[in-house]
């Protein structure tokens, strides 16, 4: 199964691994997940939005990253998934 | 013009974040040595992302990898946009700044850029510190660094503190920035605990005309800027000069004098330069 993995686990970072799917699946674990959840999730739904992705499974552990560090860490996450063999 | 420029690396979106508190007045995102090969592309991404979203007030510098690598290609095409001030160029030669330079111009004319982008080359070898001279003369160049680690390692011998080593070295950036009115910025102080050391090292290259100073963390940068503003007593000089001068320049002389001393163009020229440095940053 092709997989992408990137960020860290450092405070203001977010670690994200994505995996091939036949649906969309979000999993978020936030050390501010009872405020900002909501927030996390519109990220990620607007980064594969854009990148015109459906199908994919993304896993987020955050340690209070804001969006554009989300986003980039997504970016590459599913970059790497794409560049890496089954 | 500038006192201080800070490191920071560009795969750490806390540090990114944090940058312009520290105010230096440059900050320097780094692509190349901070970054492992494994996270340059989540190095460039985040910088990138960070810069699209967020407002610095600061000077914006990223180093990109060098033209020796694979990598700065994908750097040059993620990174240059209208919020990017100036590129920082390792192990900088001649051929590196000519390939560099024709890059920009396509990027800012496809990307419709509202400014032209800066380049500061770092001088880390003996065939780059040959070439200096060639290298200030490029229009896009308003600094050049000293990068005192590589440079002792091409040159096969050790660094140290006391930096008898790359006395040259020092001193022909700073002639060659000077000759083109540049901004020469020496290299960091690396032992991040050692302040007295720092105190005395940019007191010594300031004293031999370097105009700043590069650091590696943020406790570095007040001493930095106090050493590199102008003294109180320099201030005041300046002012006291610039007065008789336009007292003079009213009674149609020339030259005067001022406690005996002849006043003429090249201090009054340095005098306006004090009042502009100590506007510019702040202390007037």
């Known amino acids: 199964m092709k997989t992408g993995i990137c960020g860290t686990m450092e405070s203001n970072d977010c670690f994200i691994t994505v995996w091939e799917s036949d649906?969309?699946?979000i999993e978020i674990e936030s050390i501010v997940g009872d405020f900002f959840y909501d927030r996390i999730a519109w990220v990620i739904k607007k980064t594969i939005s854009e990148m015109e992705i459906t199908n994919v499974h993304i896993k987020v552990i955050d340690k209070g990253a804001?969006?554009?560090c989300i986003k980039a860490r997504l970016i590459v996450a599913l970059s790497r998934m794409e560049e890496s063999h089954a | 013009m500038r006192r201080s420029l800070l490191f920071i690396p560009g795969n750490n979106p806390g540090m990114l974040l944090n940058c312009?508190?520290?105010?230096?007045d440059a900050v320097i995102f780094d692509l190349e040595d901070a970054v492992s090969i494994f996270e340059k592309d989540s190095a460039r991404m985040l910088v990138f992302n960070y810069l699209e979203s967020m407002k610095i007030k600061t000077e914006i510098i990223i180093r990109i990898n060098g033209m020796d690598t694979p990598y700065y290609s994908d750097d040059l095409e993620k990174i240059v946009c209208d919020k990017l001030?100036?590129?920082?160029?390792?192990?900088a030669r001649v051929s590196d700044l000519q390939l560099l330079d024709s890059m920009l111009v396509k990027y800012e004319k496809n990307r419709n850029l509202t400014k032209k982008i800066a380049i500061i080359p770092i001088i880390e070898s003996a065939i780059s510190l040959l070439e200096v001279e060639q290298i200030v003369t490029y229009p896009r160049v308003n600094g050049v660094l000293l990068g005192a680690?590589?440079?002792t390692k091409d040159l096969e011998i050790n660094r140290t503190k006391k930096a008898e080593e790359i006395l040259y070295a020092r001193n022909r950036i700073i002639v060659a920035c000077k000759a083109y009115k540049i901004d020469a910025i020496d290299?960091?102080?690396t032992d991040v605990y050692d302040e007295d050391g720092l105190?005395?090292?940019t007191s010594f290259v300031k004293g031999l005309g370097m105009n700043a100073k590069s650091a590696i963390h943020p406790n570095q940068i007040?001493?930095?800027?106090e050493i590199f503003n102008p003294a109180i007593e320099e201030i005041n000089e300046a002012k006291r000069i610039l007065a008789s001068y336009e007292e003079a320049m009213k009674k149609g002389l020339g030259v005067f004098s001022l406690d005996g001393k002849m006043i003429d163009a090249p201090i009054i020229k340095r005098a306006q330069i004090t009042i502009e440095k100590a506007q510019k940053f702040g202390v007037l």
Do not use: A, G
């Not at chain 2, 312009?20 to 230096?24: A, L, M, P, T, Y």
């Not at chain 2, 001030?85 to 192990?91: S, V």
């Open chain 1, 66 to 68: 804001l969006d554009f």
């Open chain 2, 199 to 201: 105190k005395k090292e």
């Open chain 2, 187 to 189: 290299t960091p102080f």
């Open chain 2, 222 to 225: 007040e001493l930095i800027n």
């Open chain 1, 23 to 25: 649906s969309l699946k």
């Open chain 2, 85 to 91: 001030d100036t590129i920082m160029l390792p192990k």
């Open chain 2, 149 to 151: 680690e590589d440079y």
């Open chain 2, 20 to 24: 312009d508190v520290f105010e230096s």
